[in-house]
C-alpha cells in the first residue's frame, strides 16, 4: 500500500487526462483483452435479444462483442472522452451516455435483462447506492455480473493491511507510455458479499477462470504450474431479487 493512502475516490472525469493511452493499452492487453472479456462473455452465454446495460463501459469494447452476439445494448461512462471513444467504435447511433454510477441512473425500472459492471466497482469506497441503482434498472431475476481485483490481494501483497478493513490503495500504472494514478478500495469477500445482499441480489456463481484459451502465450505471466491461471480479478453473478429493489 502507499505510505499515504488517497483517500478520495477518483473524479467522475479521472480517465479523461489518459483515455486514449488506457483503451489503446488495454485492446490487446492480458488484463482486458484475454482476461475479463472473454471470460464475462462466457458467464453470459447465449444473449442473443437480451437488454443489457455495461456500467462503466470505457471505449466500449464489451458494448461491441455483445451486439455482434445479438443483444441489445446500453453503456454508461463518467468519462466524457471514454464516452467519445466508444462513440467512435460503435457510431454516433449507440446508446451511450455520460453518467456516475454514485449518482442516479438515467434509466427506467426494470429496463435490463442484464448488467456488468467490469472493473468498476473497486474504484468506490461505498458500494450501496451503486449496487441499489444496478437493481432499480433490473428486472426480477434479471443478472448483474461484477468483477473486481480479488480480495486475496492485500492479505498476499500487503501482510501489514487488516483485510477486513475497506482500505485504499493508489498505485502508478503505465498505460501505453502514459503514467496514471489509480485508487482502488480494497475489502473482505464476506463485505462484498453483505453489500451484494442489502442491495437485493443473490450471489448464483463465483469464479476465478483462466485466461482465454486463445492468449498469445508471450502474454502469459513467468510460472512453475500453469500460467493460464492466476490470481487477478474474482467473478460474480449476481441474480436480482424477485422482490422490489429496496430504497435509497
Known sequence: MTSEAQTAEQQPDHYDGFAEAYAHANENGLFNRWYARPAVLDLLGDVAGRRILDAGCGSGPLVADLKERGASVAGFDASPAMIRLARARLGDDADLKVADLTLPLPYDNEAFDDALAVLVLHYLEDWSGPLTELRRVLRPGGRLVVVVNHPVIPPVMYPEVDYFAT????????????????????????????????????????????????????????????????????????????TAAPEI
Do not use: H, K, Q
Not at 493508489?170 to 473482505?188: H, N
Not at 505471466?221 to 431479487?241: H, K, M, N, Q, Y
Open 167 to 242: 482500505v485504499p490503495n493508489s498505485e502508478e500504472y503505465d498505460f501505453d507510455g502514459v503514467s496514471a494514478t489509480l485508487t482502488i478500495w480494497y475489502r473482505s469477500l464476506s463485505a462484498m458479499s453483505e453489500s451484494f445482499t442489502a442491495a437485493g441480489f443473490r450471489i448464483s456463481a463465483i469464479s476465478e477462470p483462466p485466461v482465454s484459451p486463445d492468449t498469445p502465450p508471450e502474454l502469459l505471466p513467468p510460472s512453475d504450474t500453469d500460467p493460464t491461471r492466476f490470481i487477478g480479478f474474482i467473478f460474480f453473478t449476481l441474480e436480482a431479487s424477485p
